[in-house]
Nanobody
Framework: QLRLVESGGGLVQPGGSLRLSCAASGSGFGINIMGWYRQAPGKERELSARITTSGSTNYADSVKGRFTISGDAAKNTVYLQMNSLQREDTAVYYC??????????WGQGTQVTVSS
């Protein structure tokens, strides 16, 4: 069983930056893909960014050029650096992990609020 612990959310003004972290722990697991999804009020959960163990990345069009996903394999941790934040980025951000056996895990979510 994999456990995901997220941190780094909060309140930020438009144009500001935040860095989210997600650390995976457990025993006997192998990670294939780590990523971040977000869900705004009244909207469906959507992919923001993801990274494979080989370093390949994918970004939603809405965050390209502003968000950067990175990973630390030794720490089983994925980061999401969010710059030039906009009010439209306000959402609960969820860490997502696909393991090598096709299982999918979700973090508890961390709130990001962009407001002046």
């Amino acid at each position: 069983q994999l456990r995901l612990v997220e941190s780094g959310g909060g309140l930020v003004q438009p144009g500001g930056s935040l860095r989210l972290s997600c650390a995976a722990s457990g025993s006997g697991f192998g990670i294939n893909i780590m990523g971040w999804y977000r869900q705004a009020p009244g909207k469906e959960r959507e992919l923001s960014a993801r990274i494979t163990t080989s370093g390949s990345t994918n970004y939603a069009d809405s965050v390209k050029g502003r968000f950067t996903i990175s990973g630390d394999a030794a720490k089983n941790t994925v980061y999401l650096q969010m710059n030039s934040l906009q009010r439209e980025d306000t959402a609960v951000y969820y860490c997502n992990v696909h393991d090598n056996w096709g299982h999918v895990y979700w973090g508890q979510g961390t709130q990001v609020t962009v407001s002046s």
